[in-house]
């Protein structure tokens, strides 16, 4: 085991993938400026600087993988991936159906999102959701450095278009990542959650950033002597239901936790899945602590505020458990963030 | 797919060019075919091409098996001149299993791996998007040896920012890629002289710095040579070039369209301009073909095409069991 | 009252708002070939077809609603605002706010979708809920002729931007619309369910052509003694929680039809409300019955396959009234399209 | 706004000229205490603009009041141009909420309405995607009469297909556009011959027929002068122009950036071409600036800074009872 960051493990996962199979490249905006080192490794066909247009990035990423190629493109910042939402949606997603089955689109699409960098709502803009929404594309979001090079790895392996999302805040923030060459066993399988503490009390589900959040409150409801379990999905798409399922019909309760705005979002999602599949397991109301329908703001005070903290996640829990209550979609409304 | 250096017709020859003209007449029919299966209530509308019957003939002649081809909603000539069997092509039409995507396309987006004919999409820009994709993975040695990429797609097409981008990207980065812009003077319901100034598709090419031709799109022999011209150009260095085959769109946008909103002179003056009549005006005065030739020709073609109606309407219907079928790999 | 279809409605609503409202426009490709009453009435500034070009189509809209116009953009099929996305989610959706209060958007972008004419998922994809967890933005989907003449003379003259998504099964189909002059009396605010038909024992949500599926439904299982509720959402967002909620408690179960995929849909959204504020409410697990997580089909047999169906509701509700079972995400998991 | 038709500077006089190299010292003294707050850890990255000051003074110069301004996320030197208060635009990038956008903003989207400066987008093509709506409202009687409206962008953005679209509209629809580039030879850590020809900007440009004008864009009085005959043919004849401004990033993409990636023999080629220093030099040795003039500018200058620091650090910071103002209207 060794400490690095989350970019770090990016970068680990990268080089290893493209040493072992040589159809993988890396295509967009300065990569092989930031990434001298893969450039002087793997040659500068692999590892190109784009023009500034990230829908034809996108596009002719799709094209390559249809043909042979492994593409990781990286779109910079979630807002971004809005230039290149055909390609992705309507060429990637659907192209391998559309076609019955004749081409594979085997394509990585990086975008960092997330709170933490004060850059405003064009940069920070938590859109996941909608490519979770959008049929041929998975998903995945991970919370600590082993999982974004575990994540990456097998998100470069899968046949499928996969969009992944790095939480800003995570990226430089370490964790211990395990040695040694490539063998398999640092592949993090998609549609795999990760049981980060397990709990019989309530079922506290997040990913990325949050996943810390649930953690601390974790700690904190300890004290209180309940026993929540904290579910990290990491993948997004697909979604490990079971891993959901499970641990509600074992707790009773759940609470899902995000930064992302709540409509139509993951944790709805997640409270629909318990509601249609768990609901005679659910003791309590669902809960969805999530940011607010609307855009992030710039300012550090706003910005913080708008991501659920752990004192709202204890306080929901801890009603919950205190018999159920009528809860709020975004950490917002009910004035949580007072907490 | 034996000799994949030899192109599909290979040269300038009599029986080329009677070949190219049994092509465009196979084209003709089978998209009128279509027309009327729409007017029976048998199948759902279709964009036809009927009018361009020459640019499709033309630029896929100039093209060997080992190369690849983008189309767009408005295929069924590139397609039948790859070489595709009208009988999957109607059955996909109709939505059919024995369809070349298994009834999921329907006629906008039909492709046909095998045939070179990929990706195939029915977004205006689409083709554009991933055209340079296919012909990076070509130039890293994915593809067939010394295979290049040909794109076609509309003057609308070349309105989207996707058509800039692509032209920048294809030529920064030394794509074997051939641009092919049939300029029907249409986009959907608009005259594109509504949307952009007269000579804007070449003079937008141009500003990209590559090679850009504009060719006479209703003459086959002229398609031909500029296509074959360009394609060995791209063989040789590498590099992008630019056609735009000047034609007109005869039919409606997609049927059925009455056309109310298209000047009948401008209509009539294409009409007189037909790429058929004048290849068989063109081959008769050279006394390349007489009366029995064509007819025997027509004959061929409208036998293909009953037998094609045939196949496709024996197809049959994909089960709802197959509904998720091919979105995971 | 008179006759006319949901196309004419729409129709009729440009008119009226354009007739009242000298700001109002309409911009698209093929508007004015298709409007040329309008431009002969409203003249072809005010009716202009554009370029082939989607994302400068919305953000002119973007930029002309924020300096003083009222633009109405038709964007032809769902699939195609991937090309408009960054204007409509990042410029209209956010630069309100991230301006601190100083532009507004006033813009409508209409669209169409779903199944019916068969011409492929690049055509028909129902992505509304996309735009619904975009903030800022708002959206609606009318089941009935007099709704999209009311919900879209509401969208233009509501001060934020608009998504009109006009499902292409129901344009043709004809309804009552009352007849007089635009006297206010017309409009359909945004924010307001419709229940179309109240019942006791279970909520029916539905938007668009599911709604008439729902009708259907509740049709066959009054016969079986069952009284079903039907709601009509209309609006997507602002969503009507309370009509949804009140129903809720008062009938206790609850489907959720639509033919939009599930995966963070519409129907997530709904079954997430219901499991977080009316859980003590809640008797039977929450049923969603959408389309699947796939691509549309051209052929006509997948095609309506993907749609659920009468039988399918019904099902779900005896099922239901039987004393609660675990339920699917969608209507092809449980092989519901087998009736 | 008293007078909406007279220019906010006049003239190719002396005292406009003086005032143009204090609006430069202004940008200049602003933007490098933005570097110092972020160094010392009490504000975020910026994008500056240093090195590029004449671009944003001269074209500004050359507007009226009655004009419209969208630019993008390296905006300081517009702003500051314009006439905005820097003491506003610090606790915008502060986050406070006396900044102009109350602290939504940030340092990367600052607008103000008042001014004339709209829409302001870090979406790199983002401003070229609302411009031609902003001068269509104009074009329909929504802005002051006679304004026109200047759109500020990056050679990046240039790449973008927007950019494409967004000429087409303008040129086809005829709209009061002044489409202004600065060229500034990077794009984010890409430097922009790795992107395009060198020639491309104008020869993009110039594909769309619309005028278009290469600038020496270190050099104010020549940017002021190709502004003011470009605006005044704008506005007489409401159809869009193009200027390019050849210029050069100087710091790094956003602060923090050491700019290992840039070459450092170009950077010092263009570190002797400074905007101000020219500016400097010139006056001088036409006799219309002495040290004891330059000194008292650079004082008002930095009293000005310095009152404007003080003002945003004393500048509150929003409740978070507000976090959801302002998202709908
Ligand atoms: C992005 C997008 N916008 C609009 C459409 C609807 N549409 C289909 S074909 C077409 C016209 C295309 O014109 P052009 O590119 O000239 O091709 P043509 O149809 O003339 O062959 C339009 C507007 C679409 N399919 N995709
Ligand atoms: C759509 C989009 N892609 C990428 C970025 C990240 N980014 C911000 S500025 C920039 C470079 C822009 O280059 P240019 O347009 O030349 O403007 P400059 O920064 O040189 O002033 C990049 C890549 C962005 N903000 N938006
Ligand atoms: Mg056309
Ligand atoms: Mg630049």
């Known amino acids: 085991m060794t400490q690095m960051t989350a970019e770090q493990a990016m970068h680990l996962a990268l080089r290893e993938e493209m040493q072992r199979d040589p159809r993988v490249l890396l295509l967009g905006e300065g990569v092989a400026t930031k990434n001298n080192d893969l450039v002087r490794d793997f040659g500068s066909e692999r590892v190109r600087n784009t023009p500034l247009a990230e829908a034809i990035i996108a596009g002719t990423a799709a094209g390559a993988a249809a043909s042979g190629l492994r593409p990781v493109i990286d779109l910079l910042f979630a807002p971004f991936l809005t230039y290149a939402m055909d390609a992705l949606v309507n060429s990637a997603g659907k192209l391998r159906f559309m076609s019955g089955g004749q081409f594979e689109f085997p394509l990585v699409a990086l975008a960092m999102t997330g709170s933490g960098w004060n850059v405003g709502a064009q940069h920070n803009h938590n859109l996941e959701a909608m490519f979770v929404h959008a049929p041929g594309l998975r998903v995945v979001m991970p919370s600590e450095p082993a999982d974004f090079r575990g994540l990456l790895k097998a998100a470069i392996r899968d046949p499928n278009p996969v969009l ?23 592949l993090v399988p998609l549609g795999k959650a990760a049981v980060r503490r397990p709990g ?25 002597r309940i026993a929540a379990e904290v579910i ?16 509600v019909r074992k707790t009773g309760r759940l609470i899902v936790v995000h930064e992302a705005s709540g409509l139509c979002g993951i944790a709805a999602e997640i409270a629909a899945l318990a509601a249609t599949r768990a609901f005679d397991a659910l003791r309590a109301p669902v809960v969805r602590l999530t940011g607010p329908d609307a855009p992030a703001a710039s300012s550090a005070v706003l910005e913080q505020a708008a991501v659920p903290r752990a004192e709202a996640v204890v306080r929901a829990a801890v009603d919950l458990l205190r018999g159920g209550r009528q809860t709020p979609v975004s950490a917002v409304e009910e004035g949580l963030l007072a907490l | 797919m034996k000799d994949l250096q030899s192109p599909i017709e290979t040269d300038t020859g009599t029986s080329a060019r009677l070949q190219r003209l049994e092509t465009m007449l196979l084209i003709r029919a089978y998209e009128e075919q279509l027309v009327t299966l729409q007017q029976q209530g048998a199948a759902g509308g279709t964009c036809t091409s009927v009018g361009q019957e020459a640019c499709a003939t033309g630029v896929v002649a100039a093209l060997d098996q080992r190369d690849r081809i983008l189309t767009n909603h408005r295929s069924g000539g590139h397609l039948l001149a790859r070489g595709a069997d009208p009988g999957r092509m109607m059955a996909e039409v109709l939505g059919r299993i024995d369809g070349y995507c298994a009834g999921r396309s329907g006629s906008l987006h039909i492709s046909d791996r095998e045939l070179g004919v990929v990706l195939t999409s029915t977004i205006v820009g689409g083709e554009l998007s991933m055209a340079p994709g296919v012909a990076l993975a070509q130039k890293m040695g994915q593809g067939q040896p010394g295979g290049i990429v040909a794109v076609f797609f509309g003057d609308g097409a070349a309105s989207e920012g996707i058509f800039h981008e692509a032209l920048n990207l294809a030529v920064h980065w030394r794509l074997p890629l051939l641009f092919v812009c049939e300029n029907n003077q249409w986009q959907a319901f608009v005259h594109r002289l509504e949307t952009m100034a007269d000579d804007a598709i070449a003079s937008w090419a141009r500003g990209h710095g590559l090679p850009v031709q504009s060719v006479d799109g209703n003459d086959v022999d002229a398609v031909y040579a500029a296509a074959r011209d360009a394609v060995q150009a791209i063989r040789a260095d590498g590099q992008p070039r630019f056609l735009e085959l000047q034609t007109y769109r005869r039919r409606g946008h997609y049927e059925p369209d009455d056309q109310f909103y298209v000047d009948a002179t401008e209509l009539e003056t294409w009409a007189q301009r037909d790429p058929i009549q004048g290849q068989i005006d063109r081959l008769r005065q050279q006394g390349l073909l007489d009366e029995a030739g064509l007819t025997a020709m027509q004959q061929r073609v409208r036998e293909r095409i009953d037998a094609a109606l045939t196949f496709a309407q024996d197809s049959p219907w994909p089960t709802t069991e197959t509904l998720t079928d091919f979105v995971y790999a």
């Open chain 1, 164 to 186: 992944f999302f790095a939480d800003m805040a995570l990226l430089y923030q370490t964790g211990e990542v395990a040695e040694g060459t490539d063998d398999g066993d640092h």
């Open chain 1, 200 to 224: 019989t009390d309530v079922t506290l589900v997040s990913y990325a950033k949050t996943v810390a959040v649930c953690l601390e409150a974790a700690e904190q409801l300890a004290r209180q």
């Open chain 1, 232 to 247: 990290d999905l990491r993948s997004l798409k697909p979604l490990d239901e079971q891993a959901v399922l499970k641990s």
